[in-house]
């Protein structure tokens, strides 16, 4: 176990910040353009799962009783990601539209690019700090989603997400050989749909309407219309047209990485509308070591939902024996879930061996398969 002293130190988190470096390779591609417009992606998805064969895994975990106190340098590092995705985003609007250098094919794959990190880096980083309690960081998250125009996933993962995950009313939870293509389109509408439903619940409990002023939705409306105009008056048509881009990247970056985290893994109906409680097992695992720096051990989560109010740093590496293990990291895997027979041929293998090693007692999936369970009232 990593001691908290050691855990405190600079050094430790030195390696989470890695993903700073990638603000410097986009600016390379404004200024440069050619070939050194597709380095976002190529070094995202193909230099980090290079790395991550030649790393091999971590299996080291810190001390879980570590205070926020001494976690300094990594609260620091998804903080100060908000300003600097900020400038960079509206930065390279306003350049690349009032420059001449780069032809309209360079600035999409540029901005495909961009697109890449906002979705993979910062609505990550925003998942981070809209798990935490202080109103500063939940803001910075909102201020994160507003920038790829996703700011419901607040609501939808942590009043929905949390909750229900593994049962039939999470949208998220890809379903057994159920390919991305059909995934995407209907957590698409599900997700958004469930997040204004779970607000509105939660305004009728207190005896309000959803048209409240307390209700989230009109702030991330509101946030989000001020990033569209901002596009707009510094790039005009074309700016707007690349934010849309970037945005619309992010946000499938994103959706692969939930359709890899729950693919085929449900929790066991126990009947009268319960499930059983979330476990470890209910989540997709990968210990490589370089991702895990790139994504701050996002990839840990089983232990995420297990103990959801965790910061990322003191996440617990759960072994084979307690929970399900990717046969690689996210970046590989996600670039997998994007060719159904592939993704079919490597994962579908482990659901059964899981159900086999979990649930050994049910007979009949199809319920679970085909998310026709009843729909649950409450968790154990």
Same mark, same amino acid.
């Given at each position: 176990?990593?001691?908290?002293?050691?855990?405190?130190?600079?050094?430790?988190?030195?390696?989470?910040?890695?993903?700073?470096?990638?603000?410097?390779?986009?600016?390379?591609?404004?200024?440069?353009?050619?070939?050194?417009?597709?380095?976002?992606?190529?070094?995202?998805?193909?230099?980090?799962?290079?790395?991550?064969?030649?790393?091999?895994?971590?299996?080291?975990?810190?001390?879980?009783?570590?205070?926020?106190?001494?976690?300094?340098?990594?609260?620091?590092?998804?903080?100060?990601?908000?300003?600097?995705?900020?400038?960079?985003?509206?930065?390279?609007?306003?350049?690349?539209?009032?420059?001449?250098?780069?032809?309209?094919?360079?600035?999409?794959?540029?901005?495909?690019?961009?697109?890449?990190?906002?979705?993979?880096?910062?609505?990550?980083?925003?998942?981070?700090?809209?798990?935490?309690?202080?109103?500063?960081?939940?803001? *910075? #998250? /909102?201020?994160?989603?507003?920038? $790829? %125009?996703?700011? +419901?996933?607040?609501?939808?993962?942590?009043? @929905?997400?949390?909750?229900?995950?593994?049962?039939?009313?999470?949208?998220?939870?890809?379903?057994?050989?159920?390919?991305?293509?059909?995934?995407?389109?209907?957590?698409?509408?599900?997700?958004?749909?469930?997040?204004?439903?779970?607000?509105?619940?939660?305004?009728?409990?207190?005896?309000?309407?959803?048209?409240?002023?307390?209700?989230?939705?009109?702030?991330?409306?509101?946030?989000?219309?001020?990033?569209?105009?901002?596009?707009?008056?510094?790039?005009?048509?074309?700016?707007?047209?690349?934010?849309?881009?970037?945005?619309?990247?992010?946000?499938?970056?994103?959706?692969?990485?939930?359709?890899?985290?729950?693919?085929?893994?449900?929790?066991?109906? *126990? #009947? /009268?509308?319960?499930?059983?409680? $979330? %476990?470890?097992? +209910?989540?997709?695992?990968?210990?490589?070591? @370089?991702?895990?720096?790139?994504?701050?051990?996002?990839?840990?989560?089983?232990?995420?939902?297990?103990?959801?109010?965790?910061?990322?740093?003191?996440?617990?590496?759960?072994?084979?024996?307690?929970?399900?293990?990717?046969?690689?990291?996210?970046?590989?895997?996600?670039?997998?879930?994007?060719?159904?027979?592939?993704?079919?041929?490597?994962?579908?293998?482990?659901?059964?061996?899981?159900?086999?090693?979990?649930?050994?007692?049910?007979?009949?999936?199809?319920?679970?398969?085909?998310?026709?369970?009843?729909?649950?009232?409450?968790?154990?």
């Amino acid at each position: 176990m990593i001691p908290r002293e050691k855990l405190a130190r600079w050094q430790s988190a030195l390696p989470f910040w890695v993903s700073f470096l990638l603000i410097p390779v986009a600016w390379l591609g404004a200024v440069a353009g050619g070939w050194t417009v597709i380095l976002l992606p190529l070094i995202t998805w193909y230099l980090f799962a290079a790395l991550d064969q030649v790393a091999g895994l971590n299996l080291e975990n810190a001390d879980p009783e570590t205070l926020a106190e001494d976690l300094l340098w990594y609260r620091a590092l998804t903080s100060l990601w908000v300003p600097l995705q900020f400038f960079t985003l509206f930065g390279m609007i306003w350049y690349v539209t009032h420059s001449d250098h780069l032809s309209v094919l360079e600035k999409i794959v540029l901005f495909f690019g961009m697109g890449v990190i906002t979705g993979t880096i910062g609505i990550n980083y925003s998942h981070e700090l809209m798990h935490q309690k202080n109103r500063l960081e939940r803001g *910075l #998250g /909102d201020i994160l989603l507003a920038m $790829v %125009l996703y700011s +419901h996933f607040r609501s939808e993962h942590l009043l @929905v997400h949390h909750s229900y995950v593994g049962t039939p009313r999470d949208a998220v939870t890809a379903r057994y050989n159920e390919g991305f293509h059909r995934f995407y389109p209907r957590v698409l509408r599900q997700s958004l749909i469930s997040a204004f439903r779970a607000e509105k619940a939660r305004l009728a409990r207190k005896g309000r309407r959803w048209s409240d002023g307390s209700n989230p939705f009109w702030r991330y409306w509101g946030l989000q219309g001020l990033m569209l105009l901002l596009a707009g008056l510094l790039g005009g048509w074309a700016g707007l047209g690349l934010f849309l881009l970037q945005a619309g990247v992010a946000v499938w970056q994103l959706e692969l990485v939930n359709y890899v985290e729950h693919y085929g893994l449900t929790r066991k109906y *126990l #009947g /009268d509308g319960t499930y059983e409680h $979330v %476990l470890p097992q +209910h989540s997709w695992n990968a210990a490589q070591k @370089v991702s895990n720096w790139l994504l701050i051990n996002l990839q840990r989560h089983s232990d995420h939902h297990y103990k959801p109010d965790r910061r990322f740093p003191l996440l617990q590496n759960h072994t084979v024996a307690d929970a399900p293990q990717l046969p690689y990291g996210y970046p590989i895997m996600t670039v997998a879930a994007m060719i159904p027979p592939l993704w079919r041929r490597v994962m579908n293998p482990r659901v059964r061996h899981w159900r086999a090693m979990y649930y050994p007692e049910i007979t009949d999936w199809t319920p679970y398969t085909k998310a026709t369970n009843p729909m649950p009232k409450r968790s154990l």
